[in-house]
């Protein structure tokens, strides 16, 4: 009786930790996989962090984003149908290995405020991060230490299309966010997000204190500087950055500011206040975004010019950046000076465009999405991409999910007709062999 209840209590135990796992694995290689550029831009954080960033390219981070984020969808989905339990098991438990003792560390010296892990879906401390590895360390341990207690949810013969369908998936994901913008936009600029709402701090809400740092070069070496302490014409202007020096509350948009090249005036509250419609060409680092499609651009912006809508550009590059970019594309917009990672957050595209009416989001498109002269056959007002359309996300999540599960039906149903195909014919084979080997007078 005893052993009996063990032996439940055990396999219990092994499976519940197995699921928690497949869950939580599942959940983190899907918001990579949903938002690969967002993960990058972290990874690029933890290479500047730790001084390494220039051993390793903008494609180097994207590559070792989608590649992380294949290993963690897959492990999940291995964990959760008990897929090779041997293999899976044990890297799972070697992966949390070494996490765990990593963000041990970023918990102790906090070279970055948060470790990305889930993206912008659950933001976690790094004290939070530690504190969940530790527990899913455990759980691996289980795993590895009873892995024959976990059951099977598919047979052997099924586990190559569970993989082949889910190794797809993940990468179809991946390279769609990359073409287009994230399915899920956790981040305060999603469409239908009211920027002047999110600016809002609660009355009697203690201010956190921010200070701009600016990363300047100078022979090869790169240093931050404070507005105090800015160098001299000797270092060369990279980019900045905005940190907080006392912690208060901190609304969900915080550092949204929108000064104009040409003559430094502040013109935030005029396009946040702007009853009209507004288009705003976001790109963070011009010097590296696509010009191909500046005709787009332009075609765009001769629209706004006959409909009286505003338009901006909003980079992080210097004027001589800008400049460049409007002799090599021909265009005439103004330009606003913005923070680079607001930028990065308002649009996952360089460059991107998004469209606001008083200040609220009514649609974002990534380069390759820009409205051409065959969407813009009238006003917006009588425009579909203009009437902030927000698709529910449940209904997102049922198509996510459908997308995995109908692939992995079909794949299988054909296995199964496959299978019972080869049946059929070796039970006719072997019929046939029965009937030559009937004795010649019998017949």
């Known amino acids: 009786m005893e052993s009996k209840t063990k032996n439940i209590i055990l396999t219990t135990l092994t499976n519940v930790s197995r699921f928690v796992l497949a869950a939580v694995f599942v959940f983190s290689g899907f918001v990579k996989a949903n938002d690969p ?105 289980v795993v590895l230490c009873m892995r024959n207690r976990m059951f099977r949810v598919v047979t052997r013969r099924s586990e190559w299309l569970v993989s082949v369908n889910t190794l797809l998936y993940v990468i179809i994901l991946s390279y769609y966010s990359l ?55 000797t270092w060369t202007y990279v980019d900045r950055k905005t940190v907080v020096k006392t912690k208060g509350y901190e609304p969900p948009i915080h550092d949204f500011a929108l000064l104009r090249m040409a003559d430094g005036e502040d013109v935030t509250e005029q396009v946040l206040a702007d009853e009209g419609y507004t288009f705003l060409l976001v790109a963070h680092q011009l010097e590296k975004a696509d010009d191909s499609y500046s005709d787009l651009l332009n075609e765009l912006y001769d629209y706004c010019q006959k ?63 820009i409205p051409d002269e065959y969407q813009l056959t009238s006003t917006l007002e009588q425009l579909p991409l203009a009437q902030g359309h927000v698709q529910g996300k449940g209904l997102k999540v049922a198509t996510c999910i459908l997308w995995f599960v109908i692939p992995l039906m079909l794949i299988s149903l054909l296995d199964r007709l496959y299978f019972f195909h080869k049946r059929k014919q070796q039970g006719q084979l072997i019929k046939t062999e029965d009937e030559d080997n009937i004795n010649p007078l019998i017949k």
Not at 190 to 197: K, L, N, Q, R, V
Not at 320 to 345: A, M
Request: glycine residues 10%; negative net charge; aromatic residues 14%.
């Open 37 to 141: 550029l967002g993960f990058q831009y972290k990874l690029g954080d933890y290479a500047i962090a730790f001084g390494v960033a220039d051993w390793f390219s903008d494609a180097m981070l994207l590559f070792a984003t989608i590649a992380l984020a294949a290993l963690e969808f897959t492990l999940g989905v291995y964990l959760f149908f008990g897929i090779n339990r041997r293999l899976t098991s044990w890297v799972v438990t070697l992966l949390m290995g070494v996490m765990t003792p990593l963000t041990l560390y970023l918990a102790l010296e906090n070279p970055v405020s948060d470790c990305g892990c889930f993206g912008d879906a659950i933001v976690l401390t790094n004290w939070q991060t530690f504190g969940k590895n530790v527990v899913l360390s455990i759980a691996a341990v």
């Open 179 to 233: 073409l287009h913008l994230p399915v899920f936009d956790f981040r305060p600029y999603h469409i239908g997000a009211s920027i002047p709402e999110g600016m809002e701090v609660p009355e009697g809400a203690q201010m956190p204190v921010y200070e701009t740092l600016f990363i300047m070069e100078k022979d090869g070496e790169r240093k931050e500087f404070a507005l105090v302490d800015y160098p001299d014409s």
């Open 307 to 369: 409909y009286g809508y505003a338009f901006y550009g909003l980079t992080a590059s210097t004027e001589e950046v800008v400049e460049h970019w409007l002799d090599r594309t021909g265009g005439e917009y103004s330009f606003c000076n913005v923070d680079g990672i607001t930028l990065k957050t308002m649009v996952r595209s360089n460059p991107g465009l998004m469209l606001l009416k008083h200040g609220v989001v009514l649609n974002k498109w990534a380069d390759g999405d």
